[in-house]
């Protein structure tokens, strides 16, 4: 059986495979998402090939950081994204086309539009369907107080009146970066939890949601649109991979691109840990309208990658691959403390699910193409799942040479898992088409 080649890449990518490193770089800051890497790693890749690529595919485009960046190369960028908030988030930001002029044009009209609001927003605006969503007397839990909310649907309001939609999709994106501030929630890992005694904090007045959003608007977002601008004076039109960012699970998608079009592979698939970003990202989806009933909810986890067990798979078959097996038949060992009844069907699905997308790529790809696929390892019960060695196994089944698998990262496993398992690896997996 093959061994792979493992390099310590720990003080090279260490510092550049965490998106905080993004959070005030133009254009990157938006919207801080905290799964993704940084441009910087897009940069080192771009910088070590000993080709000019013309033609890169990211199947999990998540808040667009690869295209984005190679944007800045001139390097066409296919990026396929089947969340609807990170596909908005990553389309606004791929834009080059806003101006300045344009931009205080329309803030313009959303202040006069939140200088007369309408007393009982919600009777022409109306909160979305999701029960907690907002306070009622009801409930013993909501998500945002009355004000708050209505000071969101102000903005909603006056944003769905704004009839240029380059600006009115732009102005959601500082709107989204905002709603979990100001709700009574926090992002606590694989779930949205409450905020220690939100009960007791000071309510915000819906005029003081107006103002944090302006600001917004004016601290962050304007600066970029105005080093867009003088960029374009300096160069002319700017690259844009706007249209050439897709909405939908590409792991079907990719199938549209021509064969042996794509000569880069640059990429992050949700890791193997039970996070279903349709719930971490569940205000945005819901708060944007890009989510309005539970239906169409329970369609986008469909959708995703195998990597939860929100959704019932049903019954998966198990890939022919030595550390996969072995990694099943020692977790069915624990099947009686299984905190979810599927956890071995997510496990045999997300491998399955990777197994389709190289197989895609496959035909997809030039001779000597490149990928680099960051991902990390699981684990469950003390057993650990090598995400990296399978992964890699899968590849070559379909026709990639592994050349090496960079070591990036030590992640602190879960703290049930701690004692048995003292950190677990995040690899970058350097590939080659044969």
């Known amino acids: ?18 998106f905080n490193k993004n959070k005030r770089k133009y254009i990157h800051g938006w919207y801080p998402f905290v799964e993704g890497y940084s ?70 009209l959303l202040e006069e539009s939140l200088f007369n609001t309408i007393p009982n927003i919600e009777t022409v605006c109306p909160p979305p369907l999701y029960k907690s969503m907002m306070e009622k007397k009801e409930l013993k839990k909501w998500i945002f107080d009355l004000e708050t909310m209505r000071g969101i649907l102000d903005i909603k309001y006056a944003l769905n009146n704004i009839n240029n939609k380059k600006y009115s999709q732009l102005f959601k994106i500082p709107l989204a970066s905002l709603l979990l501030e100001i709700s009574n929630v926090y992002r606590n890992g694989k779930c949205l939890s409450y905020k220690k005694g939100w009960k007791d904090i000071d309510e915000l ?12 608007l004016q ?40 064969n042996n079009s794509v000569d880069l592979v640059i990429t992050s698939p949700p890791y193997l840990n039970s996070r279903d970003y349709t719930d971490t990202y569940m205000i945005e989806l819901w708060m944007l309208d890009l ?45 009686d403390k299984f905190w979810n009844k599927h956890l071995l069907e997510m496990v045999k ?26 991902v990390a390892n699981s684990a469950y019960y003390g057993v650990e799942i090598e995400t990296d060695k399978i992964v890699s196994r899968v590849a070559s089944n379909h026709g990639f040479e592994i050349q090496e698998i960079r070591k990036a990262r030590k992640i602190n496993p879960s703290s049930q898992q701690k004692d048995l398992i003292p950190y677990l690896l995040e690899v970058v997996i350097v590939m080659k088409k044969n």
């Open 205 to 216: 007045k819906r005029e003081d949601v107006h103002t944090l959003f302006l600001e917004r």
């Open 291 to 335: 989510i309005t009933n539970y239906e169409e909810l329970r369609e986008l986890r469909k959708k995703t990658i195998r990597s939860h067990v929100q959704v019932p798979w049903g019954e998966i078959p198990l890939l022919d691959i030595p550390e996969l097996k072995s990694a099943i038949k020692k977790l069915e060992d624990h099947r």
């Open 39 to 108: 441009k910087e790693f897009i940069q080192s890749i771009i910088e070590e090939l000993d080709y000019t690529p013309e033609h890169c595919v990211e199947p999990f485009s998540g808040s667009g950081t690869t295209a984005v960046e190679l944007q800045k190369f001139k390097i066409k960028c296919s990026a396929f994204e089947v969340n609807p908030f990170m596909y908005t988030l990553a389309r606004s930001k791929m834009r080059t086309d806003y101006t300045v002029n344009g931009f205080k044009k329309h803030i313009k």
């Open 349 to 374: 699905g997300y491998f399955l699910d990777m197994d389709l997308l190289f197989e895609k790529l496959h035909y997809k790809m030039k001779k000597n193409g490149r990928v680099y696929f960051n």
């Open 1 to 18: 059986m093959t061994e792979f080649n493992y390099v310590d890449c720990f003080d090279k990518y260490d510092r550049i495979m965490q």
């Open 219 to 258: 601290n962050i977002i304007l600066p970029d649109i105005i080093k867009m601008n003088q960029y374009k004076r300096k160069s002319g039109k700017l690259f844009s991979n706007y249209n050439s960012c897709y909405l939908g699970d590409s792991r079907e998608n990719i199938s549209k691109l021509e």
